[in-house]
């Protein structure tokens, strides 16, 4: 368990329809990430939010938002799903201390198949 | 922004041999490299990380190497075991930004 939790873990919808995707930083964690990892592809960066702030945006589609909240989860909402959203996402989280990077600690991911 | 590309896309190994997987990075203000580790069906796990302070770093049967004057850096695997197998992604970044740029992933494939 790498203590970023991510629910659900599977998640077939129909296209056109609208799913959220839940996301539980490791304790400690205030920022988290969004990817989506399409079959065999790289890792895709949506969207980064640091204490509740979005601080940085990736490739995320217009029909795609999300939001951190107070207790620091954050979901992803996708709208108007279309067959080519298919694909793991991915959530994780990192924890700053001044200038110094470190690295990312990833959920398990939710797997959203539409049909 | 930065730009990381990684080869080779594919390795097939024969367990006990060594792997060698490597990336290029754009961006010299890039000073943090981590690689990940995605077994299939799970999330990207960290395995070894360098910063640009330092040309090289071990951990057990795992190395990272960085030349920071030719902007790549590679990741080493020393007596492969089948549990070895899995896909390898690199990613570069920059003090205070946080934001991880990663390469394209290494399918490594050890063969018993």
């Known amino acids: 368990d790498s203590g970023v939790t991510q629910t659900p873990k599977h998640l077939i919808t129909a296209t056109g329809q609208r799913v959220t995707l839940r996301c539980s930083p490791r304790s400690g964690d205030l920022s988290v990430y969004w990817y989506q990892q399409s079959l065999d592809q790289g890792l895709q960066f949506l969207i980064h939010?640091?204490?509740?702030?979005?601080?940085a945006k990736g490739n995320i589609l217009e029909r795609f938002s999300a939001q951190q909240f107070p207790d620091l989860h954050s979901e992803l909402n996708l709208s108007s799903l279309e067959l080519g959203d298919s694909a793991l996402y991915f959530c994780a989280s990192s924890f700053h201390r001044g200038k110094a990077n470190y690295g990312y600690t990833f959920g398990s991911g939710t797997r959203l198949t539409v049909v | 922004g930065e730009n990381v590309e990684q080869h080779p896309s594919t390795l097939s190994v024969q367990e006990g041999d060594s792997a060698v997987i490597k990336c290029t990075y754009s961006?010299?203000?890039?000073?943090?490299f981590p690689w990940y580790k995605q077994e299939l069906g799970k999330g990207p796990q960290l395995i070894i990380d360098?910063?640009?302070?330092?040309g090289e770093k071990k951990d057990q049967r795992i190395a990272v190497t960085l030349n920071k004057t030719a902007k790549h850096f590679s990741l080493h695997i020393t007596e492969t075991q089948p549990e070895d197998s899995a896909v390898y992604f690199c990613a570069a970044s920059k003090a205070g930004a946080n934001n991880l740029f990663f390469g394209t992933g290494t399918r490594l494939t050890v063969i018993p």
């Open positions: 939010y640091y204490n509740g702030e979005e601080r």
């Open positions: 360098i910063r640009s302070n330092v």
């Open positions: 961006d010299s203000a890039s000073n943090y």
